[in-house]
């Protein structure tokens, strides 16, 4: 996800198809859900669908992008971004994680792009290869970070930061998949946390230097 994201302007009756396929697309899935309930989701005629769309496999290769486009503005927009230390923002990073999918308390809606990789991966392989590109664009977003942190903290360390970029996009995923079925974002959470603590090993850092250090980001963020 880029540092620098704006949402693409489209008009107004495709923005309504498409933010209605997001929504049920990501809650059913896509072979659950019909044209006839996305217009009717958006409230427009099938006319108009196809006026936009050839088919519903053309409307859910659209909201990939368009599922990808409103994450990364959420992302690119999030007060971790601001943190000078690129430790604070792996760190922030991983708080925002969680509290965009609504905290231990609150249930994720769960992600567009795992759902079609489950369910589309081997009956459509153009919408598999955009899922993964997709998956490839959060590692490499998270990673930049990494490896700016570990120039700085653990420059001898072993680890490459593209595997631990992408270690992270597979915990996210496999945890808002966990989550959904157990019915509760508490595993999520969970994961999240033993991530971080295993982040931590990797950059040296002790329960001590992590305590002032979440007390610094929490000061930053307040100002």
Known sequence: MLNRTQIKQLPETKRKLLDAGVSLMRHRGFNATTVDEVCAEAGVTKGGFFHYFKSKDDLA?????????????????????????????????????????????????????????????????????????????????????????????????????????????????????LAKTSESNRVLVANINQFRAYLQTLFGQSRNSTAKRAAKVSAQAGN
Do not use: H, W
Not at 79 to 90: C, E, M, S, T, V
Not at 124 to 131: A, F, G, I, Q, V
Not at 134 to 146: R, S, V
Not at 155 to 165: E, G, L, M, S, T
């Open 61 to 177: 290769t659209a909201a990939v992008d368009r599922f990808y486009e409103m994450k990364a503005k959420q992302f690119a927009d999030a007060p971790f971004r601001g943190l000078a230390d690129p430790l604070d923002r792996i760190f922030g990073r991983l708080d925002f994680v969680k509290e965009s999918a609504g905290g231990v308390k609150g249930l994720t809606k769960g992600c567009l792009f795992g759902m079609f990789a489950q369910e589309m991966s081997f009956s459509n392989p153009e919408l598999r290869s955009l899922c993964q590109a997709k998956f490839t664009q959060i590692g490499k977003d998270f990673e930049g970070d990494l490896a700016e942190a570990k120039a700085r903290y653990a420059p001898r360390a072993a680890f490459d930061p593209k595997n631990i970029a992408m270690l992270y996009v597979s915990i996210v995923q496999g945890s808002l998949m």
